[in-house]
């Protein structure tokens, strides 16, 4: 084929992919996206479009910046994937992203895949409000569509002049740093007569879970901002909210191995050290003499875990074992190891946390080389919905010797016979 000839076919291929088209699959997608997706799809490239409509409860118009927290940290991959203005809500949004496969299973003798997600925080500007979220998207299907309403709101200062105009913007990534915390991920029970532990399989390994990320925010207005355009205002003076759950992120899994045992009837938290991410964004609006500043906590990878030295206890273990029990331990059998589930939402699990972080900003200009000290202390919370949708951990189970030939019972803490975070265990033989 000719150069001249592929001119002309190519438009001629869009035009009889565009009819085969059927909405409302398609609806609102523009037609470049479909070009190139198309384009992508006749490459062998697993490409694939999200639609996004993000519902706010607000009139508009509204500056949207999207932040992409899909693509593993140490690639070092830029984070603003949309930043640009919107006229009213919904606001609809058009990505393209690879659909990589990252397990293939059958459900019903039908094959499903599931593919790797994708993860962003959302910020969204109005007159006077600050809206945030974080949004963790399967791409399912080729073109993947959803509408996302749950949004943190900040009250902020007003920028009225940029709004009627829809003025410049400048927005920008200051500066980032990392460190280690230590939060709970799970616990374990147990009852006389067993040891209970608690921990990741190899095939765990470079999967993820979905733990919490925080975000804080500080603005600053008139005088103070001219200060900052000049370089004389001292950032450690920003007066910062206090941390704010954004949502949960996907964590890569680092470590693999059974921790400690809980015995005797003693119950244990799961320690987890992660390793976060601190970005800091500034988004100035010149016209009306106002800076946001912006702080997001989030978790890159879990690089250790453990249970904890000091122990709790469960009414509910060694009691009566509901009729529709998850499994029993035969008598004779010594040990098993059992699945858990992706979590009910039911159990959260909290940490108090106070540490400080020295930023070392890059931008603005006028900034470069200044360490910014910022001191944290907070509540983190870990919610168990979804925690281990795509990691799931495992508890290894040994009955002691004297133990071995009586039949142990376990069930799960919110459905007892469907998977899910925490598991109660006796030696009590369901009723009836």
């Not at 355009?229 to 909210?241: E, P």
């Not at 899994?253 to 050290?273: L, M, P």
Request: hydrophobic content about 35%.
């Amino acid at each position: 084929m000719t150069k001249g000839e592929h001119r002309f076919l190519t438009p001629l291929i869009l035009v009889v992919f565009s009819s085969l088209l059927v909405p409302p699959i398609f609806t609102g997608v523009p037609s470049s996206s479909l070009y190139s997706l198309f384009l992508d799809w006749l490459q062998g490239r697993p490409s694939g479009l999200l639609k996004i409509g993000l519902m706010v409860p607000d009139k508009g118009p509204f500056y949207v910046i999207v932040f992409n927290y899909t693509v593993p940290w140490s690639e070092k991959a830029p984070r603003v994937l949309y930043s640009d203005w919107s006229q009213g809500s919904p606001i609809q949004l058009v990505f393209k992203v690879y659909r990589i496969p990252e397990e293939r299973f059958l459900v019903n003798d039908t094959l499903k895949i599931k593919y790797h997600e994708q993860a962003y925080a959302v910020y969204i500007r109005s007159k006077d409000k600050i809206y945030v979220a974080s949004l963790i998207v399967e791409p399912k299907d080729p073109i993947t569509s959803i509408t996302y309403t749950r949004f943190k709101v900040f009250n902020a200062t007003p920028i009225p002049r940029t709004m009627a105009i829809q003025g410049d913007i400048e927005s920008y990534l200051m500066g980032t740093t990392y460190n280690f915390q230590n939060i709970k991920i799970g616990e374990i029970h147990s009852i006389p007569g067993i040891k209970v532990s608690w921990g990741f399989t190899s095939e765990d390994l470079y999967r993820q879970i979905r733990i919490e990320m925080y975000s804080r925010y500080a603005s600053i207005s008139g005088e103070d901002y001219m200060k900052y355009r000049d370089g004389d205002y001292d950032l450690n003076n920003l007066q910062w909210s206090q941390p704010t759950v954004l949502g949960k992120v996907l964590t890569d899994i680092a470590v693999a191995g059974y921790t400690s045992s809980a015995s005797g009837g003693e119950c244990k938290y799961i320690i987890g050290r992660v390793y976060y991410e601190y970005d800091m964004q500034c988004i100035e609006y010149p016209l009306d003499q106002v800076a946001d500043f912006a702080i997001f906590m989030i978790p890159l990878r879990l690089t250790g875990y453990w249970a904890s030295s000091k122990t709790f206890s469960c009414s509910i273990c060694g009691g009566s074992t509901p009729s529709n029990y998850a499994g029993k331990i035969e008598a004779g059998r010594q040990d098993t190891v059992i699945k858990l589930g992706s979590g009910s939402g039911a159990t959260a699990w909290s940490a108090s946390l106070s540490f400080s972080i020295g930023l070392t900003l890059s931008a603005p200009l006028q900034y470069a080389g200044t360490t910014l000290n910022l001191g944290f202390t907070f509540t983190y919370q870990v919610s168990s919905n979804d925690v281990y949708v795509e990691a799931r951990p495992k508890l290894h189970v040994v009955k002691e010797a004297s133990y071995v030939n009586q039949d142990l019972y376990y069930w799960y803490k919110m459905h007892a016979d469907k998977a899910d975070e925490v598991v109660h265990f006796s030696w009590t033989p369901p009723t009836g």
